[in-house]
């Protein structure tokens, strides 16, 4: 399992939003550190197909992120996702599942499964527009999951959630991480602290620093305002 | 259920969803309640004076339409109607409301109008004229619309051929429920209500998706490029034809009910005496109602393409109503016979009978010639077709960023 990502680049007009990076993605948990227009949520949609680059390509297993295929395998919670107010949750969770590819008892079964595991059994069958800021994150989750995805890809996915959804949040993802790749953009340190094998540091559009959390022997908020100077 | 029918069913229940569907929906219905209901009510009057409810109106009208049924519009029944009119006092404004009229003139009322119409510019003679000379004179109307529109010696042929299939003299029939449907009230008010409806309420099928930023989770997923840009299509334009069907349906309903269901056999030169196309009302009217099906599916198409490529539901709104308007408020000249032709190709244009749908000029295609209504299906079936494939290229290549 390896998601190649070889000189991504994307440039607009004005500015390199991402800047030729290269890296190669295996099972586990990566944390991506890097201030606001670092290039870190550029760099996830092209992760996810959902952003054409500019140059350079994204692989997972040969095969490319412009085709289906590889959408069947990926899973994505973006930063600022929508919903549609007057569905309720399990019907929102339905959809996604069909867009997903999934035939109707399995998505019943999965979206089920889902909702428990993020506590909204109870909600599943409320309007999403009666749900609380957290709760709305947690369906976000729920349907980043559907395909049980080998590339899960968080972009602040821990916003919203109190302590106590935060730290289920932790476990869920680091047992996600032994079997699938999870990238995971944050400026809560301590959630990269916690759950992340590897730490990436993003500025400017470029990758300056990749590693495991292992190496960086001090706090690591102090390392990563170090690194970006 | 297959994939595709899953997407389809999520992409009608969002359409099913929004408010903005159930508001037009509701005033398109009232608006059909409140106009149903003045057929029903109401009287009419004369000078001030009561004359009759419309009920009874429509009753008489009926009755003397029925009994009048398969009379040759010929020598015999001009010197009748003559008759009649002759008895009525010839200086009194109100001749409406006095006995003579209603017992000897208004059962040859209907019949009248149809002399008055193919009398065209020369209705002054209409109590004059003999059969010769008002077919002579309609024949003239007709000679004198060709050359109006410039047709070619080919196109002149072709409808002299078609003149040799129309019987003469005309058979009165009552037919007012076609006409209705027909005219102004019928098709064409449907055409401008359908029109209304799919510009406010398609215009956001694919741009709810920007607005509420559930595109990035459907771009990322499996079936979320070609997919479900086919489903959204599917369920716009199904669910924009299911509403056309209504609107049609409650128009046929009003017509028949208000008044009778008569007059589907009876030749279309009744209402059009200048067309040269054997036909009758019910066949105009179920030609005209399968365009406007068809030009439903192509407009509510169009209005979710146009929409995607601006990403604004209100510019795609603004766009579709304004061409609405302008097709129907801007005149092209006839000289530009391509332009004009094409203009009336418009659905706003061709579904008003006598404007597009009657126009004498032909199409050639393969070595025949077509009347407008005969090639403008396959028109909108290909622009559909265009459309869908281009908004394909623009849903598929959209890009998330910059938000």
């Given at each position: 399992?390896?998601?190649?990502?070889?000189?991504?680049?994307?440039?607009?007009?004005?500015?390199?939003?991402?800047?030729?990076?290269?890296?190669?993605?295996?099972?586990?948990?990566?944390?991506?550190?890097?201030?606001?227009?670092?290039?870190k949520?550029?760099?996830m949609?092209?992760?996810?197909g959902?952003?054409?680059?500019?140059?350079?390509n994204?692989?997972?297993?040969?095969?490319?992120?412009?085709?289906?295929?590889?959408?069947?395998?990926?899973?994505?919670?973006?930063?600022?996702?929508?919903?549609?107010?007057?569905?309720?949750?399990?019907?929102?969770?339905l959809?996604?599942?069909a867009?997903?590819?999934?035939?109707?008892?399995?998505?019943?079964?999965?979206?089920?499964?889902?909702?428990?595991?993020?506590?909204?059994?109870?909600?599943?069958?409320?309007?999403?527009?009666?749900?609380?800021?957290?709760m709305?994150?947690?369906?976000?989750?729920?349907?980043?999951?559907?395909?049980?995805?080998?590339?899960?890809?968080?972009?602040?996915?821990?916003?919203?959630?109190?302590?106590?959804?935060?730290?289920?949040?932790r476990?869920?993802?680091?047992?996600?991480?032994?079997?699938?790749?999870?990238?995971?953009?944050?400026?809560?340190?301590?959630?990269?602290?916690?759950i992340?094998?590897?730490?990436?540091?993003?500025?400017?559009?470029?990758?300056?620093?990749?590693?495991?959390?292992?190496?960086?022997?001090?706090?690591?908020?102090?390392?990563?305002?170090?690194?970006?100077? | 259920?297959?994939?595709?029918?899953?997407?389809?069913?999520?992409?009608?229940?969002?359409?099913?969803?929004?408010?903005?569907?159930?508001?037009?929906?509701?005033?398109?219905?009232?608006?059909?309640?409140?106009?149903?209901?003045?057929?029903?009510?109401?009287s009419?009057?004369?000078?001030?004076?009561?004359?009759e409810?419309?009920?009874?109106?429509?009753?008489?009208?009926?009755?003397?339409?029925?009994?009048?049924?398969?009379?040759?519009?010929?020598?015999?029944?001009l010197?009748?109607?003559?008759?009649?009119?002759?008895?009525i006092p010839?200086?009194?404004?109100?001749?409406?409301?006095?006995?003579?009229?209603?017992?000897?003139?208004?059962?040859?009322?209907?019949?009248?109008?149809?002399?008055?119409?193919?009398?065209?510019?020369?209705?002054?003679r209409?109590?004059?004229?003999?059969?010769?000379?008002?077919?002579?004179?309609?024949?003239?109307?007709?000679?004198?619309?060709?050359?109006?529109?410039?047709?070619?010696?080919a196109?002149?042929?072709?409808?002299?051929?078609?003149?040799?299939?129309?019987?003469k003299p005309f058979?009165?029939?009552?037919?007012?429920?076609?006409?209705?449907l027909?005219?102004?009230?019928?098709?064409?008010?449907?055409?401008?209500?359908?029109?209304f409806?799919?510009?406010?309420c398609?215009?956001?099928?694919?741009t709810?998706?920007?607005?509420?930023?559930?595109?990035?989770?459907?771009?990322?997923?499996?079936?979320?490029?070609?997919?479900?840009?086919?489903?959204?299509?599917a369920?716009?334009?199904?669910?924009?034809?299911?509403v056309?069907?209504?609107l049609?349906?409650?128009?046929?309903?009003?017509?028949?009910?208000?008044?009778?269901t008569?007059?589907?056999?009876a030749?279309i030169?009744?209402?059009?005496?200048?067309?040269?196309?054997?036909?009758?009302?019910?066949?105009?009217?179920?030609?005209?109602?399968?365009?406007?099906?068809l030009?439903?599916?192509?407009?509510?198409?169009?209005t979710?393409?146009?929409?995607?490529?601006?990403?604004?539901?209100?510019?795609?709104?603004?766009?579709?109503?304004?061409?609405?308007f302008?097709?129907?408020?801007?005149?092209?000249?006839?000289?530009?016979?391509?332009?004009?032709?094409?203009?009336?190709?418009?659905?706003?244009?061709l579904?008003?009978?006598?404007a597009?749908?009657?126009?004498p000029?032909l199409?050639?295609?393969?070595?025949?010639?077509?009347?407008?209504?005969?090639?403008?299906?396959?028109?909108?079936?290909?622009?559909?077709?265009?459309?869908?494939y281009?908004?394909?290229?623009?849903?598929?290549?959209?890009?998330?960023?910059?938000r």
């Amino acid at each position: 399992m390896e998601l190649v990502v070889d000189r991504l680049t994307k440039q607009y007009k004005n500015k390199i939003a991402v800047d030729r990076i290269s890296f190669d993605f295996r099972k586990g948990v990566y944390g991506l550190l890097g201030a606001n227009g670092a290039g870190k949520t550029t760099f996830m949609r092209m992760l996810c197909g959902i952003l054409q680059p500019t140059g350079g390509n994204v692989v997972f297993d040969g095969i490319d992120v412009a085709t289906e295929e590889y959408r069947s395998v990926l899973g994505y919670l973006p930063q600022d996702f929508g919903y549609y107010p007057n569905f309720t949750g399990m019907d929102f969770m339905l959809y996604l599942a069909a867009l997903k590819g999934f035939g109707k008892k399995y998505a019943a079964k999965k979206s089920k499964e889902l909702l428990e595991l993020v506590s909204l059994s109870e909600a599943a069958n409320k309007k999403i527009k009666t749900y609380s800021g957290g709760m709305k994150q947690r369906i976000g989750i729920a349907q980043a999951l559907l395909n049980d995805p080998k590339i899960l890809v968080l972009d602040e996915p821990t916003a919203g959630l109190d302590p106590k959804e935060r730290v289920r949040f932790r476990n869920l993802i680091a047992e996600i991480g032994k079997d699938s790749i999870v990238i995971l953009s944050t400026h809560i340190v301590s959630d990269i602290e916690h759950i992340a094998d590897i730490v990436l540091i993003m500025k400017d559009g470029q990758m300056i620093f990749d590693g495991q959390r292992e190496e960086i022997k001090e706090d690591l908020e102090q390392f990563y305002l170090k690194k970006i100077g | 259920m297959s994939q595709f029918s899953r997407l389809f069913y999520f992409e009608w229940k969002k359409i099913c969803k929004r408010k903005g569907t159930w508001i037009c929906l509701a005033i398109l219905t009232a608006f059909y309640l409140v106009t149903g209901i003045f057929y029903f009510v109401g009287s009419k009057y004369v000078d001030g004076e009561f004359l009759e409810t419309h009920i009874d109106g429509r009753d008489r009208d009926l009755a003397n339409g029925r009994r009048m049924k398969g009379t040759k519009i010929d020598q015999q029944l001009l010197m009748q109607i003559q008759e009649a009119f002759g008895s009525i006092p010839a200086d009194d404004p109100k001749y409406q409301l006095t006995d003579e009229y209603l017992s000897n003139v208004r059962p040859y009322e209907g019949v009248y109008q149809i002399v008055n119409n193919m009398l065209y510019n020369s209705s002054g003679r209409t109590l004059h004229v003999t059969e010769e000379e008002l077919y002579e004179i309609r024949d003239n109307n007709v000679k004198s619309t060709w050359d109006q529109y410039g047709l070619t010696e080919a196109e002149i042929e072709y409808w002299k051929n078609k003149e040799g299939h129309i019987e003469k003299p005309f058979t009165y029939e009552y037919a007012q429920a076609y006409d209705f449907l027909v005219s102004m009230s019928g098709v064409y008010r449907v055409c401008l209500l359908v029109t209304f409806f799919i510009a406010v309420c398609m215009s956001g099928v694919f741009t709810e998706e920007h607005g509420r930023r559930t595109d990035q989770l459907i771009l990322c997923s499996r079936l979320g490029r070609k997919q479900i840009y086919y489903a959204k299509i599917a369920a716009g334009s199904v669910f924009s034809l299911l509403v056309t069907v209504i609107l049609l349906l409650c128009s046929i309903f009003s017509a028949f009910l208000f008044y009778g269901t008569d007059g589907f056999s009876a030749a279309i030169q009744l209402i059009a005496p200048q067309y040269s196309y054997d036909m009758t009302m019910g066949e105009a009217f179920l030609i005209l109602a399968g365009i406007l099906l068809l030009s439903s599916v192509m407009a509510s198409i169009f209005t979710m393409i146009l929409s995607e490529l601006t990403k604004s539901s209100i510019a795609s709104m603004a766009v579709v109503i304004a061409v609405m308007f302008l097709a129907r408020l801007i005149p092209i000249p006839l000289m530009y016979r391509v332009i004009s032709q094409a203009w009336n190709f418009m659905p706003i244009n061709l579904l008003k009978f006598d404007a597009g749908f009657w126009d004498p000029r032909l199409v050639p295609v393969f070595g025949l010639k077509l009347t407008s209504w005969q090639f403008v299906p396959a028109v909108y079936i290909l622009l559909s077709i265009v459309f869908l494939y281009a908004g394909k290229k623009i849903y598929c290549g959209y890009q998330v960023q910059g938000r």
